[in-house]
């Protein structure tokens, strides 16, 4: 009894072990990535051939204008000093202000960051929920009408653009039906109402009893959710699929068949939990594509989010809140993946 | 029975949902105009930085200046917060005589003193714009000398040289020289940065509307100044940047806007056919044109120049392309303008082109490239000028690349052609000559770069041509000088200048009195009204 416990103990500190060493391993990861980051987006914004001081001061400051504007950046001094400046900078969450908006870098960000955070999360439960069960049933009744039309879904999903998917969203279900709001977050008789607190629109108004406020975020966030969550289920049904067939052909699928198990326990208790181990990867990817890659969707439903304002930021070479938002982008990928990889741990005892 | 309240819970909310989306699909509120239009050039809110389009037309609603003029004949000159001005018999002193009883938003009385700090403030700061007021002559150094209050309601501004006098009050009634609230911004002045910092997201003036929000890519909000002298008819006035020009159209027509301001020509068709839209036009004060840098040996020959004039389809582009977008033009002053010629002689003609191409000794044609901005339009544009400089064996490479890029390139002189457009900077004729009839210094380093020097043009006699017309006072005079000089550009100069920028709005029929002005400052909303 006595070492029972100690062994199982033993077990639970080789666990911690285990998780601590991935969390340093995580943080070195993350440093580095981060680094490499910052010099690649760096030398290569310093690279392109686009003056960042025609960005402030336009096309016709005169000479003295520009040249004082130029020092005031510090773009007279030798790249590898700009550099080494902007990386001590960057490490203290200081990332400059932005030509556009006049504010500091990280401010910015985190005020558009919610907008995206709202888009992408419930573009992803989207498409767990929708694309999983799919996922699955393509994969028992493979070769089935259902498999085929999955299968179907999944490849236009991934080969249809998605900036003329969400016009012909649009077009149907806006202007033609007239189903939902347009493109925006909120209306702007509403966008008064309520204080942003959180950021996002949907908690905000909710929180705060404006629930006309609530249902015209609501009918705003529907399309563009939905054609996220539909570019999500895709590429998970997809997944799921051929994990699912992959573990259906195991043996031990086989064993609890021949025990007379029912066929749902088998496929849904059995089957599935261990397909979920690797669909934690696919599910994690999928949401951090969402969050960097909703970038087109944004312009179409004139959604102010992270995509949108890189984008912005990109042509009108506002090289501070580009890098700014690239480093966000490959924090979250960081994160993301680390999220994932936890989660495997916990879930595959063999991982650890 | 125990299932029912679930039921009619679930009843009560899909009721909810049905009835506020129905909400959502009425029309924009009555006193409120609500516009959809692009933009991400906006960088500040101050009048003394503000030099983009876009931000002039909120500069041009918010804020007063001494003097205003009429949009629909720009010649006639008016006092806005000025009462009168009088000039010296030298030409170099204007005295300014200021409204009495009239107030900024902030409920302060509007005064001389806060007339001299606007434009001394402008000066000081120096931003890009700040060059309008600093060619008469103007510094920091001596500003407090030369912008002076004399009396309460009273003060004179001395310029450096007798300058033609409209050019003077035109640059007076610039979003440069817009009056700003001094008491105001001396409270939130840090640094003595003049409020700068502070000025350039808030508001600090006079105008119809006040300037309540500004979110950058988002929204801006105007709302009506209750201490304007004329009540404007509507309580706000919205600008949502809304990128795409499909989901503009969208907007527009499904009334969730009233104005849709970015829309492309076959957008343009579209919505016209809409009974409920109606589609407004208004010349700029902006013309399209091609840039030949003379660096090149080919475009350096004064026959290639006059070539590449022949083998533009003028008529063709601004009847496709450009459709409701642009009307042809080939002089650099823009129709509204002292002087602007309206004579467009060049027309596609191949034959003569070859002609002017074998005199040049490129019988067979030759290649070169065009540095242009990834937008449709201008795309566009090249690729229809890339089939006609093909008849002729001229070979154009297209450099399709970001508009900043492009423009980085154009101002260190590596294009080979450049496509642009280029809006005059005030209502004055001296701004476009300035910069295309006039290069004081062709060299690699110079301190002014015009686009003549731009286009390594040195125009010769041009130069001084330019600054002397801009002193002559008599205006009849002066007309017949632009003319001169227009004529001189369009025969030699190395500039294709092919069509005037027409604005275009697509308003619902409901809107009234939507003004689109001669220049984008001049773009009115403050006497709209819905029914």
Redesign the interface.
């Known amino acids: 009894m006595v070492s029972a416990v100690m062994n199982g103990g033993g077990g639970h500190v080789g666990a911690l072990r285990s998780f601590l060493k991935k969390v340093v391993q995580f943080v070195i990861v993350l440093a580095t990535t981060l680094l490499g980051l910052v010099a690649v987006t760096f030398f290569i914004g310093r690279v ?4 960042p001081v ?12 520009y040249e004082r504007t130029r020092q005031e950046l510090g773009l007279d001094r030798p790249l590898i000093e700009q550099f080494v400046i902007y990386v001590k900078k960057a490490a203290t969450g200081d990332f400059g202000n932005s ?5 500091p870098v990280m401010t ?1 960000i985190i005020n558009v960051f919610p907008a995206t955070l709202e888009l992408a999360t419930l573009g992803t439960i989207i498409g767990v929920i929708v694309g999983i069960p799919l996922g699955v049933l393509a994969a028992v009744k493979r070769g089935s009408l259902l498999d085929q039309f999955v299968r179907v879904l999944g490849l236009v999903g991934y080969s249809v653009p998605i900036f003329w998917l969400g ?1 012909m969203g ?2 149907l279900f ?2 033609k039906l ?7 977050r909120i ?3 509403y ?1 008064y109402l309520y204080t942003p607190v959180t950021g996002i629109v949907l908690l905000d108004t909710a929180m705060q009893g404006q ?2 406020a609530f ?2 975020a ?2 705003h966030v529907l399309l563009p959710a939905c054609l996220l969550g539909y570019f999500s289920l895709a590429y998970i049904s997809r997944m799921t699929r051929s994990f699912m067939l992959n573990e259906l052909a195991q043996e031990y699928v086989i064993a609890a068949r021949v025990k007379g198990l029912s066929e749902m326990r088998v496929i849904w208790r059995h089957a599935l939990r261990n397909a979920a181990v690797p669909l934690i990867t696919v599910i994690a990817l999928s949401y951090a594509n969402l969050l960097e890659g909703s970038v087109l969707t944004e ?4 959604w ?1 989010g992270l995509g ?2 890189i984008t ?1 930021s ?4 506002d090289m501070n809140a580009v890098l700014g938002g690239t480093l966000v982008i490959g924090t979250v990928f960081v994160l993301l993946n680390l999220v994932s990889d936890l989660l495997y741990r916990l879930l595959d005892p063999r991982t650890r | 029975m125990k299932r029912l309240p679930k039921f009619l819970l679930s009843a009560a909310m899909v009721a909810t949902m049905a009835t506020s989306f129905s909400a959502v699909m009425a029309a924009t509120p009555p006193d409120t105009l609500v516009q959809a239009w692009q933009s991400d050039d906006i960088i500040s809110l101050d009048p003394a930085e503000v030099f983009e389009m876009n931000a002039s037309e909120i500069i041009g609603n918010t804020y007063e200046r001494l003097i205003t003029y009429d949009i629909k004949d720009v010649s006639k000159i008016s006092g806005q917060v000025a009462e009168s001005w009088t000039v010296s018999p030298d030409g170099k002193t204007y005295t300014f005589k200021i409204k009495p009883n009239r107030k900024f938003a902030s409920g302060n009385p509007i005064t001389a003193e806060d007339v001299v700090y606007s434009l001394q403030r402008a000066v000081a700061l120096d931003k890009s714009p700040a060059f309008i007021l600093g060619q008469f002559g103007l510094t920091k150094d001596n500003m407090k000398d030369k912008i002076k209050q004399t009396g309460p309601l009273e003060l004179t501004f001395e310029v450096d040289k007798p300058y033609a006098p409209t050019l003077v009050l035109y640059c007076l009634g610039n979003s440069v020289a817009s009056i700003v609230d001094k008491k105001l911004l001396t409270q939130n002045e840090k640094d003595g940065d003049w409020g700068y910092n502070w000025l350039k997201t808030k508001y600090a003036g006079s105008g119809p509307y006040i300037m309540r929000d500004w979110k950058a890519n988002e929204v801006l909000v105007l709302e009506r100044n209750p201490n304007y002298e004329q009540k404007t008819p509507l309580a706000r006035v919205i600008y949502r940047h809304i990128k795409e020009t499909a989901s503009q159209r969208l907007l527009l027509e499904k009334g969730d806007v009233d104005v849709a301001r970015s829309l492309n020509p076959e957008e343009i068709a579209a919505v016209s056919k809409n009974p409920d839209i109606t589609v407004q036009s208004a010349p700029k004060g902006t013309v399209y044109y091609l840039g030949l840098n003379q660096k090149n040996p080919n475009l350096a020959k004064p026959e290639v120049r006059q070539a590449l004039k022949y083998l533009v389809d003028y008529q063709a582009i601004a009847d496709t392309i450009m459709k409701s977008k642009g009307e042809v033009h080939q002089n650099f002053l823009p129709k509204g303008f002292l002087g602007a010629e309206s004579n467009n002689p060049y027309k596609l003609d191949v034959a003569k082109a070859k002609e002017l191409l074998a005199k040049a000794g490129l019988k067979d044609g030759f290649s070169v490239t065009m540095d242009t901005r990834s937008t449709a339009e201008i795309t566009g544009v090249a690729q229809a000028m890339q089939a006609t400089f093909a008849q002729a064996g001229i070979k154009l490479e297209i450099l399709p690349m970001d508009s900043k890029q492009a423009l980085t390139k154009y101002r260190a002189r590596q294009h080979d052609i450049y496509i642009g457009n280029w809006g005059s900077d005030y209502q004055d004729p001296n701004s476009n000559a300035d910069t295309f009839a006039a290069n004081d210094d062709n060299s690699d380093n110079a301190k002014a770069k015009p686009l003549a020097w731009r286009n390594a043009w040195d125009p010769g006699p041009l130069t001084a041509k330019t600054r002397a017309a801009v002193m002559e006072r008599d205006a009849e005079k002066r007309a017949q000088m632009y003319k001169e000089l227009q004529k001189a550009v369009l025969d030699d100069g190395p500039f294709v200048i092919f069509l005037q920028q027409t604005e275009v709005a697509a308003v619902r029929k409901n809107v009234q009195n939507f003004v689109l002005g001669p220049s984008f400052s001049d773009n009115d909303v403050s006497q709209a009204k819905k029914n």
């Open positions: 392109v051939p686009i003056d025609i960005a402030i001061v336009g096309d016709r400051a005169p000479a003295h204008v030509v556009l908006t006049t504010n910015d016009l649009l077009l806006y202007a007239g189903w939902v709001a347009g493109p925006g209306d702007v008789t966008s629930w006309d249902w015209d609501v009918s312009t179409v439903f004139a102010p949108q304002y912005n990109l042509q009108n070479a």
